[in-house]
Every structure is written in structure tokens, then in C-alpha cells.
């Protein structure tokens, strides 16, 4: 497993400075703090985009950022209380229940708006290229900004799905069912427990293949070595057309702020 140093957070001036001159590509981890069934922590969404893209970071080169948990979805409003995303999927139309550790929504408006201030941010860092990706509403109103970010501020930007795959073999295709499921198992298997989901009820908040008949450590490793393959050569391409530049750590008139 690659060692390198590529959060953004971990990185000293001179690393940072180091890795963006060498590969100028930004991933942001489109996440939540979200109820994904019994079996999957709260974070699932964020866990999952973050760890692809750190394996993307070390292999091929950029940085990846700390996860984004707010992310837009769709509401509901019922005696006063508001629900969203799984919280009236997984019920009964006439009986939506907010489910226990959600707390993750922002409206489309002010999550644009976000996302924007990020954009702004990473392109006066120096970066080129902002990959985003995970929980799905996020990641859909991240690519329906993409002419937005380039024409503001000079950033390329695409998620997963765009660079690789979907359907069943995509990364986060589903909520929490056989494929998120399979792909937490591989990426961070301490944090998931199958054994939660119990053969004889409905699984609350799972949406897609049932993850107790297929769900596997071995699969989500399969669905991340094939996408890893298929986007690192595309984001490479995308990269190696890029015009070249060189961020350097030349400052003048330094004022001294250091006290006695």
C-alpha cells in the first residue's frame, strides 16, 4: 500500500507546494453524516469517496481534501418536523421517521453556494482539476455546476461515475446496499458489521441489492481496482493536457510578528 502523505490536512507548505506543482488535481469527498442500515457507520458516504481517492492520490499524484458531510436532499415537511433523503424513502408514505444520527442536510442553495466558496478557495491554491464524489444528491449538484466552475474559476471538475464507471460497477451506486456495503468492507472493515441486518426483518435505509447475500470484502476490492484503473488513465490524460506552471515560496518585506 502507497505510504505517501496526501491529505490536504497533513501536508506541510513545502509538501503541498511539492505534490500541486507535480499533479495540480484536487478530490473532495462528497459525504454525510447519514444512517446507511445497522450495518455501516453514520459517515459510509465519506469513508468511501475518501478512501478511493487516497488510494487515487498516492497512485497517480494530487490531494485530497477533508470530506464535505453537509450535502442537499430531497425534504419532506410533516407536524412540523422535517425529513429527508432516507428518512421518508424508507417508510411508508404516510409515515416518515427520522432516523437516528442523521444530520447532514443543507438546502440546494446554500450547498451551491458552498461548493463555490470551496471552488474559489482551490483555484487560488493553484489547483487545476477538483474530482468530487459520494453521497449521490451531493455528487449530482456538483456536476450540474461544472460549465459554472470553469467559467468562474478556471477548475475542471468531474466525479466518479463520469470518469469510470456506473451501474453496478460504479462507486456508490446504490444507499448502503451491495455495493456500498461491499466497498466500506474493503476500504474499513473494523467499522461494519453485517451481522446487524437480521435475516428476518426489512433493512431500514438499504436500497439496492440485498448486501446480506452478496455484500463481500473481496467485491468492493474488485469494483475499486477496476475503477481505480479506468480513472487514473483518464485523469492522467486530463492532467498531461494541462499548461504547466510552478508555484514557488519566494516572499518579500516579511514583517517580523515574533515576540521576546
Known amino acids: ?11 506541510r507548505p513545502e ?3 511539492e505534490r500541486i506543482n507535480h499533479f495540480p488535481v484536487a478530490y473532495l469527498p462528497l459525504g454525510t453524516l447519514e444512517w446507511h442500515g445497522q450495518h455501516l457507520p453514520l459517515g459510509a458516504d465519506g469513508l468511501q469517496s475518501k478512501g478511493v481517492f487516497k488510494r487515487l492520490a498516492g ?20 407536524d412540523n418536523h422535517v425529513f429527508y433523503g432516507m428518512d421518508h424513502y424508507s417508510f411508508d408514505e404516510s409515515c416518515p421517521q427520522q432516523l437516528e444520527g442523521s444530520a447532514y442536510y443543507i ?18 491554491a493553484g489547483f487545476k482539476v477538483v474530482i468530487g464524489h459520494g453521497h449521490g444528491p451531493s455528487t449530482t449538484t456538483f456536476g450540474n455546476r461544472k460549465q ?12 466518479l461515475w463520469e470518469l469510470g464507471f456506473t451501474g453496478d ?9 451491495e455495493n456500498e456495503t461491499s466497498l466500506v468492507m474493503a476500504l474499513r472493515p473494523e467499522l461494519t458489521d453485517i451481522g446487524k441486518l437480521s435475516f428476518h426483518d426489512t433493512p431500514v435505509g438499504v436500497w439496492g441489492k440485498d448486501p446480506r ?9 474488485e469494483l475499486i481496482q477496476k475503477n481505480m484503473e479506468r480513472v487514473s488513465q483518464r485523469i492522467q490524460s486530463i492532467v498531461s493536457d494541462l499548461p504547466k506552471s510552478e508555484r514557488t515560496m519566494q516572499y518579500h518585506d516579511v514583517k517580523s510578528l515574533l515576540r521576546e
Open 107 to 124: 438546502d440546494d442553495e446554500l450547498f451551491c453556494r458552498v461548493l463555490d466558496t470551496i471552488m474559489s478557495n482551490l483555484a487560488r
Open 15 to 17: 509538501e503541498f507546494m
Open 213 to 221: 447475500q452478496t455484500a463481500s470484502a473481496s467485491l468492493g476490492e
Open 59 to 78: 497512485e497517480i499524484g494530487g490531494i485530497v481534501l477533508p470530506m464535505l458531510f453537509l450535502g442537499p436532499d430531497s425534504v419532506v415537511h410533516k
Open 148 to 159: 459554472i466552475f470553469e467559467q468562474e474559476y478556471g477548475l475542471l471538475t468531474f466525479n
Open 1 to 11: 500500500m502507497n505510504n505517501q502523505k496526501v491529505l490536504y490536512e497533513e501536508l
Open 169 to 177: 460497477e460504479g462507486i456508490q451506486t446504490d444507499h448502503a446496499a
